[in-house]
């Protein structure tokens, strides 16, 4: 390092100001006093000349600049006393209802913080004029700001911004803005550390479908979660059947067998996706896409005969067959909607959390299994109903069942279509919009919030109250942790 500066230096001065740049470094590095002690003392005589310069502002209009300048990306994790510092810097501007506060390529020389009112902005580009958004105090987080990301080198005005109703705004100047993070470390470190939040929260993560990856298993309180989502599955299921049927049934028969097999089977999704993701790297073979897609709809193909066991349990009052041979029936259109529910209450509830903008993990969890759960529904209701009418009739062949959904869906029909067009209309309804739809997803969204979110919930329990492990095994240097003590 010092050859390469007196290398480089052009005169003696030069290369004695260099090494005294370089002394000065190693004196910080080696927590020295001295010339480091004078230059914080200079900052904070710096910083201090902020806290002397008059308000531009009446208190009562600092409060509210503050305020605004809260909601604001930029500025929303500085202290109080940098928030006042930045409001006493700005100037309270009225614009009327139509007026043009900046236009598309001039020099940002201002930013606004909009506290009354709403702005909406246009952009030409491409020979349209596109409309970006809407900003103001009828939107939330830092909607209020505009113009604070071109504002710092006075760069082109991204778009045109115009006022659509009459708007109170706080202005900061470029040399303003200049001068206060010149004048205060602080101020700086804080609207950094500010930006930095705002891109890790837009960096939020992104899996695809296939590629989500299982959580650690905890069987303990997915059993339980299992458990008391039988009762809630079981009540749904008697009534959603007899409202295909007509037929009424008991909402918990056989809960000695559904039970345990109901833990058996939500266990089974979660073990079998785990062990799969274990032992099959979709990246290693030829065509990763199908083996992902193969490694989701295994789970379901293997809960099938279990899901079978669970339904027969339901349908006694209805087909007198033993439950040995009665739960065979309907098991083509079950294992297809099984594979929908496996990859709903594994990958597609987590794809869905991922993209809830929200920090809390429990309400993450309990939106995206709703979502998922609402997704599950609508695609997976026509096989179930194809398989619930086989396993309740075993004596008619899908293709007689499918008959008797598009009749009963007839009745559905508005009166002023057509006559001869009312089987076509009625077949639609019956495989798009099929009876019992919002029964089927109501059950389906219920049983992954129920599952899902207890799992969820004790997984944020144990994280809080078990020390994490250190990111790395080993343990750091000597010199290392010198420096992180210092």
């Not at 309270?92 to 702005?119: A, D, N, S, W």
């Not at 896409?289 to 099938?304: D, R, S």
């Not at 529904?377 to 598009?406: E, F, M, W």
Request: proline share 6%; aromatic share 6%.
């Amino acid at each position: 390092g010092t050859t390469c500066l007196t290398r480089n230096a052009g005169t003696p001065s030069t290369a004695r100001r260099l090494a005294a740049r370089a002394r000065s470094s190693a004196a910080r590095r080696m927590g020295l006093p001295g010339e480091l002690t004078a230059m914080s003392a200079l900052r904070k005589r710096e910083s201090n000349l902020l806290d002397v310069l008059p308000p531009r502002l009446a208190e009562l209009d600092m409060e509210e600049a503050m305020d605004g300048l809260k909601l604001s990306t930029m500025f929303t994790d500085l202290s109080e006393q940098n928030l006042r510092r930045v409001a006493c810097r700005m100037t309270r501007q009225v614009h009327p209802k139509g007026e043009v506060l900046m236009r598309q390529g001039e020099p940002q020389r201002y930013m606004h913080i909009v506290t009354h009112g709403t702005v909406t902005r246009v952009r030409f580009e491409n020979g349209r004029l596109h409309s970006t958004e809407k900003l103001g105090t009828c939107t939330s987080s830092s909607r209020n700001t505009i113009g604070a990301l071109h504002l710092l080198y006075e760069q082109p005005t991204y778009a045109t911004a115009r006022c659509t109703t009459d708007v109170v705004a706080y202005r900061l100047s470029s040399e303003d803005l200049d001068e206060l993070l010149e004048s205060s470390q602080s101020i700086s470190k804080q609207m950094v550390f500010a930006l930095s939040n705002e891109i890790k929260r837009q960096s939020a993560l992104r899996t695809p479908l296939l590629d989500q990856k299982a959580m650690l298993f905890p069987i303990v309180p997915t059993s339980i979660a299992a458990a008391t989502e039988s009762f809630y599955r079981s009540a749904l299921n008697s009534w959603l059947n007899y409202r295909l049927t007509g037929q009424s049934a008991a909402l918990f028969p056989n809960m000695h067998i559904q039970l345990p097999t109901r833990i058996l089977y939500i266990n089974g999704f979660k073990i079998a996706r785990q062990l799969l993701d274990e032992r099959f790297e979709p990246s290693d073979y030829a065509y990763p896409q199908a083996v992902g897609l193969a490694k989701a709809c295994v789970p379901g193909l293997l809960m099938t005969p279990v899901s079978s066991m669970l339904e027969a349990c339901n349908a006694g009052h209805s087909n007198p067959e033993p439950l040995s041979r009665r739960w065979m029936r309907g098991i083509g259109p079950r294992a297809m909607r099984e594979v929908i529910f496996g990859i709903g209450i594994n990958q597609l509830s987590e794809y869905c959390e991922e993209r809830i903008p929200d920090p809390d993990p429990f309400r993450k969890s309990f939106f995206g299994s709703l979502s998922a759960g609402i997704i599950c529904g609508y695609l997976s209701h026509v096989p179930h109903n194809l398989s619930t009418l086989k396993l309740l009739q075993p004596h008619k062949s899908y293709a007689q069942h499918a008959g008797d959904l598009i009749k009963a869906s007839v009745e559905r029909v508005p009166s002023t279509v057509p006559k001869h067009m009312r089987w076509g209309v009625a077949s639609v309804l019956a495989f798009v919009a099929p009876c019992g739809l919002a029964l089927r997803t109501t059950q389906i969204a219920g049983s992954f919030c129920i599952i899902n979110g207890m799992i969820s919930t004790w997984q944020a329990h144990v994280s809080t109250s078990v020390p994490k492990a250190p990111l790395f095994s080993a343990e750091p240097s000597r010199s290392e942790s010198n420096r992180l003590d210092r």
